[in-house]
């Protein structure tokens, strides 16, 4: 595997990302599809970094961005530490879905430059705090962006202008859905009302509320990780990359 850690200018600041790919081979020489992995609130951290590894292992260009970059250099959450958990919140608060599809076309055009990667068909997966943005970006650019996964993602059917759900109808790929049981930030209701918008528009969408599991329940180093379902996250993700990115 080829790995390394770059600075991309956006134009609003320097992008610290984790970069990850094949080595090319004469049995699979690439290009290989771009996979945009958006971190979670806690920040780019050793964890990610493994699971953007595993994404790569099965033939993917994954790009892995500090999203709080315009804030911070860096940074990852110390959970027993309460000043530390504010200021995810502050990070967390000063993000759009507007400044993360602008970082989207930084990392694509980064990507586009490397003869390693291909931007063809592009993939994203967001988890919790960007769930909602991996479906925004899936609307933004439906002729590039043709598999969008949302893993107990937050605000995806809001009462606000930026609510993923509205943009269903600009969706020309394929989106995963998956939602917690036990989740603070997504109910029943906010679930079904996602369902609905995406059966109105027609948008292709696989969606699923999962009994038993709580939020997070995708990450190995939090209490509630939940392995059955995490290795179904897996499996419906990896099938969906190979169904829209090949």
Known sequence: MFEDHVSIDTGEGEMSTFVVHPEPSE????????????????????????????????????????????????????????????????????????????????????????????????????????????????????DQITAAASIHGVRLAVDADDSPHLRAPDIGGEVLVMSAEHDDYVDRAHYDRLCKAFADAGTDAQTYWVDGTHHGFVFPQREVYDKPTAERHWELLLDMFARRLH
């Open 27 to 142: 049995r699979r020489p690439g290009p290989f599809p771009t996979v945009l992995f958006l971190m979670d609130a806690p920040g780019k951290r050793e964890e990610l970094h493994d699971m953007a590894r595993r994404i790569a292992t099965v033939g993917y260009y994954v790009l892995l961005p500090n999203l709080y970059y315009r804030d911070v250099p860096g940074f990852i959450v110390q959970r027993d530490d309460p000043a530390s958990r504010k200021f995810m919140f502050e990070l967390m608060t000063n993000l759009s879905n507007a400044m993360v599809s602008r970082d989207a076309a930084a990392l694509m055009r980064y990507a586009d430059a490397d003869p390693a990667a291909s931007t063809e068909r592009v993939g994203t997966t967001g988890y919790c705090m960007t769930g909602p943005m991996a479906i925004w970006l899936a609307a933004d650019y439906p």
